[in-house]
């Protein structure tokens, strides 16, 4: 039987997208000059990683106290706890888990828009937060 290389690569496909669904290991496609392919252990931890970002350059203005003592939630968004940023601002969730392109909270810390005080998050800070997304946004 001769099989053509659309037929070849079918059967070769399939077991290969088997073994991919069976590991625990996420696979991301980073764009950079050319299109990689890099494989990332799922690490990052919300407590640990996530949250000291959001507490420094964020929870002023999403549910921090102001100087008087009153808690502002701008656009309804607090991000004090997990629960609370999952819930999302008045305009609904701001977090896609595993789904950083489409996740609000990525696209205004990616092009500067957040925080609008304050130092923008540092290149560092960026890969904890889009890592966080992408890996599934888990309460860990």
Excluded at 16 to 38: I, K, W
Excluded at 44 to 64: Q, R
Excluded at 84 to 94: F, N, R, T, V
Excluded at 102 to 123: F, K, N, Y
């Amino acid at each position: 039987m001769i099989w053509t290389r659309f037929e070849a690569m079918g059967v070769l496909a399939l077991p290969l997208g088997f073994m991919l669904a069976l590991t625990d290991v996420p696979l991301t496609l980073a764009a950079q000059d050319e299109l990689q392919f890099s494989l990332i252990a799922a690490d990052v931890s919300f407590s640990e990683d996530v949250t000291p970002i959001l507490e420094a350059k964020c929870v002023i203005c999403h549910g921090g106290a102001d100087e008087n003592g009153a808690i502002t939630k701008e656009m309804q968004l607090d991000l004090t706890s997990y629960d609370a940023l999952m819930i999302g601002s008045e305009y609904g969730p701001i977090v896609e888990p595993g789904n950083v392109e489409d996740s609000v909270l990525w696209m205004m810390i990616e092009v500067g828009d957040m925080p609008q005080e304050g130092d923008p998050l540092t290149a560092e800070e960026l890969e904890v937060i889009q890592a966080w997304i992408a890996e599934g946004a888990q309460n860990n």
